[in-house]
């Protein structure tokens, strides 16, 4: 699943934020400060508790923090504020950091390292003060302190801390109540008293107050605010409203399903996508619930609440089945001995056929078309399956879930009348006895062969030489995720890897952030991926704000890859997973390989607690890209390469070859551009802006991936090179001699004939010339400086025809042509 996450969160879980109702009256400014008592030493030691009810507030954290947080951005209203490492201060987590509450405490220095904010409003240029709060916050890269990307790309916390932050749209992200702890250099500084007729803090209207030298804890929530202290203050985190876990538990069935259906009427977020009429729904599930009250039969009620929920096409959508356990084990104990799978042809044939089965006993071989089950067409069958796997976003994906389910059966059902057709045979129909074998469903689960003890990312270099990367999660131990991430993508620039395939195809997503950071490791700049829009409780309508775009950003240059890259996917590639998958779609990053187009579940979830202790999983998050368009749900990222579902494959992949993974392997081999014809040739750079790139552009050898030694050189041939580009890339073509003295050297030159041939044309006219000297020798080269690469592929010859037996004062060298042939492939 993808969390939630803003951009000025401090946490990687589905969130929303504390809500403005009740924010402080305004106030009046008073003309000149309050005076404060000044009563106590101030305080040296925070302690407080964090309460969370969120049930993934700890999903995937390995280094969970409680900080001392510089409020420099709210301050400023710098939604791109990245908290200085210098002023983060690191508390202690003083209990179960698993278990809620938990507790912290945290040290204060004597001087603190954090910005300081002048927030008088008085025109003078004074000292100011340092403000801050206490917030939780995960650590995911590098030190213990947190870097821009920990800090979700900027901002201040809006959640977990101990300010209270609205999300109504008309005050978004602004502070309305909680604790601050601010540091005055001297006695001399002011603060806020309160928060003015605007009711926002740090605006020109608040009334001010002097501060005392020191720490202090600020109170927002008094009025006036009020000053604490005391050397040991306590201050609690808050965990906002809508944050918190909406718990229907308690209610009644019928209480519980109206409040559940007004939260999915509110907060839902593709009820005008998908079309779907609460109203009508709750007129057709109600009665369900009110009979399974009145029997108080919480059996009855829990499949109630299934067939509810499976009534809505949302793979995120999902309850906890524990009370149905015996039902899914009833409904799916019995099969047939063979599993199905339909080709891209429209034929529905068994890929699996259980040694000793009933099919096989009936004589059935693999590949056989089957044709109906009980005298009903197969396709009409498949088509009235309801899998216990539902709901599903994605059409295509619930077809395939359909047909594994359709050959699952009670053991009571005792037989089933299959009519199939063999490899090459007629038709025939068999009773095929209903058994206890969980073989055929286990091997048509999109799982099949995955290990338990898989770590959510896994690397190796293939026999090929390309690198390979599974990524099973990125709900597992963000910590653990990142660092063999990284560890995978040195390896891979420090041994010069050709290609890299990002194998996702068992992923079923967790924390967007996350996924779209990593995705960042294979750009160079900074790209906006999209945005989300969430019910607005003030508002009563779905709000986006432009400032929480979500945005890839990329790692230290030496751990970004720049080659060639295939991204695997499948039907349980889900939601993070379809979010990293896209990433690596933007400017053509990444060739999307597989049968299959990703489950479709395109936005961000939370959870609610139902009756019998039920806990029940909405979509409230509607993601969009970043031109604002529904890009996932529904649909999916959608294969580029689409590897065949014929017959042919599918024995392959029966016999254990991987023929998806073969695809890529293609693909990577091949680099980005290739077979495109580019619009023209690139740009010849004129003589002044050749020479000046002489200095710093590097040669078409050093982008190459061939790497030839003297020996190679210096004999009539040709040596190929493979050179791939970004169409920006400024680049020096050139040929060139040396020879011991300068005699030779000319005498040299009037035996050679050069010919530079670029995209067809012959371009040797246009070659600029430079004399120096590399060591002792004495040396000439012919050469273009090349930039504004058309994409595709390119091809760049060049020809040194040796009219006849030279010596450069050191060898003899043959007469003869001595080419380099270049393709150089330019990334869309």
């Not at 401090?10 to 969130?15: D, G, N, P, R, T």
């Not at 004129?686 to 050093?702: M, N, R, T, V």
Request: charged share 20%.
């Amino acid at each position: 699943m993808k969390l939630r996450l803003f951009q000025v969160i401090a946490i990687l879980v589905a969130l929303s934020l504390a809500l403005a109702a009740c924010a402080p009256k305004s106030r009046t400014a008073t003309p000149a400060a309050t005076e404060v008592p000044t009563q106590g030493s101030g305080p040296k030691i925070i302690t407080g508790n964090v309460t969370y009810t969120n049930t993934f507030f700890t999903e995937g954290v390995a280094e969970p923090e409680v900080i001392l947080e510089d409020q420099g951005g709210f301050v400023t209203r710098n939604r791109k504020f990245v908290i200085p490492v210098q002023s983060q201060v690191i508390g202690e987590i003083t209990s179960d950091f698993y278990k809620s509450p938990f507790t912290y405490s945290l040290s204060l220095p004597a001087e603190p390292n954090g910005t300081l904010n002048d927030v008088n409003h008085d025109g003078k240029k004074d000292t100011g003060v340092m403000i801050f709060a206490i917030a939780y916050w995960t650590n995911t890269w590098g030190d213990p302190y947190l870097e821009r990307r920990d800090q979700g790309g900027g901002g201040w916390s809006s959640a977990y801390a101990s300010t209270k932050v609205s999300d109504n749209r008309d005050s978004y992200l602004e502070v309305y109540g909680g604790k601050y702890l601010v540091y005055a250099p001297d006695d001399k500084q002011q603060f806020p008293s309160g928060f003015g007729a605007d009711k926002k803090l740090f605006t020109e209207d608040d009334p001010i107050m002097g501060i005392p030298a020191g720490w202090s804890v600020v109170d927002l929530d008094q009025t006036p605010f009020a000053i604490n202290r005391s050397e040991k203050p306590a201050i609690d985190l808050y965990e906002p409203e809508s944050a918190a876990l909406d718990d229907f538990s308690k209610l009644s069935y019928t209480d519980a399903f109206d409040k559940m259906v007004e939260k999915f009427k509110k907060e839902y977020a593709w009820t005008e996508l998908k079309k779907i009429d609460w109203d009508a729904k709750a007129k057709e599930f109600r009665p369900r619930f009110e009979e399974a009250l009145k029997n108080n039969d919480k059996h009855a009620y829990a499949l109630a609440l299934r067939d509810f929920l499976w009534s809505i096409p949302d793979t995120h959508v999902g309850f906890d089945q524990s009370l149905l356990r015996d039902d899914f084990t009833t409904d799916t104990a019995g099969g047939l001995g063979f599993a199905m799978r339909e080709t891209d042809d429209g034929k529905i044939i068994a890929n699996f056929v259980l040694s000793g089965g009933s099919a096989d006993q009936a004589g059935m071989k693999w590949g056989a078309e089957i044709l109906s089950l009980d005298g009903k067409p197969i396709s009409d069958v498949i088509d009235a399956t309801v899998p216990w796997s539902s709901p599903f976003s994605n059409p295509i994906n619930k077809r395939l879930q359909q047909l594994r389910y359709a050959t699952r059966f009670k053991m009571d059902k005792g037989q089933v009348e299959v009519k199939f057709k063999n490899p090459g045979g007629g038709e025939q129909t068999a009773k095929l006895a209903v058994t206890n074998e969980r073989d055929s469903f286990n091997f048509s689960s999109f799982y099949a062969g995955q290990p338990p003890t898989s770590l959510p990312v896994e690397f190796n270099v293939l026999p090929n030489g390309f690198g390979y990367i599974k990524v099973n999660s990125f709900l597992d131990n963000d910590v653990l995720s990142i660092q063999v991430w990284e560890r995978a993508i040195k390896y891979f620039n420090d041994n010069q890897v050709p290609g890299v395939i990002l194998d996702m195809r068992n992923n079923g997503g967790g924390s967007g952030w996350l996924a779209d950071q990593m995705a960042a490791y294979f750009f160079d700049k900074e790209i906006v991926v999209g945005n989300t829009a969430y019910y607005n409780k003030g508002s009563g309508e779905f709000y986006m704000d432009p400032g929480d775009q979500a945005s890839m950003i990329p790692p230290p240059a030496n751990l970004q890859y720049s080659g060639p890259v295939a991204v695997i996917v499948g039907p349980a590639c889900a939601s993070a997973c379809e979010f990293f998958s896209y990433d690596m779609t933007i400017n053509g990053r990444a060739t999307i390989v597989g049968q299959y187009p990703t489950e479709g579940a395109g936005g961000s979830v939370e959870d609610f607690m139902m009756p019998e202790n039920i806990q029940v999983q909405l979509t409230i998050g509607r993601a969009v890209d970043a031109q604002g368009n529904v890009h996932l749900e529904g649909k999916g990222v959608v294969p580029t390469i689409k590897v065949p579902v014929t017959a042919e494959t599918l024995l392959k992949q029966a016999n254990g070859e991987d023929v998806v993974l073969e695809a890529a392997e293609k693909v990577v081999s091949q680099p980005l551009g290739a077979g495109l014809t580019p619009s023209g040739p690139p740009k010849i750079a004129d003589a002044a802006a050749a020479k000046s790139a002489l200095s710093s552009a590097p040669y078409l050898e050093d982008k190459a991936r061939e790497k030839y030694n003297a020996a190679d050189f210096s004999k009539p041939g040709t040596l190929a090179y493979t050179v791939s580009l970004a169409q920006s890339d400024q680049v020096i073509w050139t040929s060139g001699w040396c020879a011991t003295t300068k005699d030779i050297l000319e005498s040299n030159f009037k035996a050679f004939k050069f010919k530079f041939v670029l995209d067809g044309q012959d371009v040797s006219s246009q070659a600029q010339t430079v004399d120096g000297k590399s060591g002792s020798q004495e040396c000439r080269s012919l050469y273009y400086v090349l930039t504004d690469w058309p994409a595709g592929e390119h091809r760049l010859t060049t020809t040194v025809t040796y009219t006849s037996k030279i010596n450069d004062g050191t060898a003899d060298y043959a007469p003869g042509d001595y080419s380099l042939d270049y393709s150089v492939y330019v990334k869309p």
